[in-house]
């Protein structure tokens, strides 16, 4: 165990459902990400928060709407999605969003959308 | 554009037998590089962590090294256990939050 926990673990929705992810942490750290791991392709990070204030956003669509509302939570909603958005969704933390700092990773959600 | 390749894309080796992983990179300009394994139905677990400035780090069997000049890294794993069995990650680090470019993996079979 990593510390990092993240429900559900397996998550199929219609494209016209709304779903939320949620990670938490209990490592007492600063920083949160979420990352996205695609079949065949490299795991691509999405947002991160540091001391709760968005910091990166990697050009990702609107449908995926990202919420921290303390350094221990870190919530990711999903509305109308798309097929292709099916993943395995992972979240960590570091003791701060910087250079140098390990990520924690959770067990991740994996996501189907039908 | 930052890239990250690794080869092998997978890998069986039996039991005992000294490996290397490699990993490629574009852009020089990285802050560090990380290793880590990912076993099936877990997160991401961290390995080595080496910074820029640094050639290589060590953890038990395993000793990763960096060229950046040249944009590669090594993960060299001896005497290889079945345990050791698992997708290995490399990731360069890059931007002041933090934000790690992955490879695509290395799935490593050890066998019995």
């Known amino acids: 165990e990593t510390g990092v926990t993240q429900t559900p673990r397996h998550l199929v929705m219609g494209m016209t459902n709304k779903k939320s992810l949620k990670c938490e942490q209990h490592?007492?750290?600063?920083?949160m990400y979420w990352y996205k791991q695609s079949a065949k392709k490299p795991l691509e990070l999405m947002f991160v928060?540091?001391?709760?204030?968005?910091?990166e956003n990697n050009s990702v669509p609107s449908r995926f709407s990202p919420e921290c509302p303390n350094s221990s939570h870190l919530f990711l909603h999903l509305h109308t999605l798309q097929p292709e958005d099916s993943a395995l969704y992972l979240c960590?933390?570091?003791?701060?969003?910087?250079?140098?700092?390990?990520?924690?990773f959770g067990p991740g959600t994996r996501l189907l959308v039908l | 554009k930052q890239e990250v390749t690794q080869i092998p894309a997978a890998l069986s080796v039996p039991e005992g037998e000294n490996l290397v992983l490699n990993c490629s990179f574009t852009?020089?300009?990285?802050?560090?590089l990380q290793w880590f394994r990912q076993d099936p139905g877990k997160g991401l677990t961290s390995l080595l962590l080496?910074?820029?400035?640094?050639r290589e780090q060590t953890s038990g069997r395993l000793n990763a090294s960096l060229d950046k000049s040249s944009g590669r890294s090594t993960l060299y794993i001896a005497a290889s256990q079945p345990g050791d069995s698992a997708t290995y990650l490399c990731?360069?680090?890059?931007?002041?939050?933090?934000?790690?470019?992955f490879g695509k993996g290395t799935k490593l079979s050890v066998k019995p």
């Open positions: 960590a933390s570091s003791q701060a969003a910087g250079v140098g700092e390990t990520q924690y």
């Open positions: 490592l007492g750290h600063n920083a």
């Open positions: 928060y540091n001391f709760k204030e968005q910091t």
């Open positions: 852009d020089s300009a990285i802050y560090n």
């Open positions: 080496i910074q820029s400035s640094q």
């Open positions: 990731a360069v680090g890059r931007g002041s939050q933090g934000n790690l470019i």
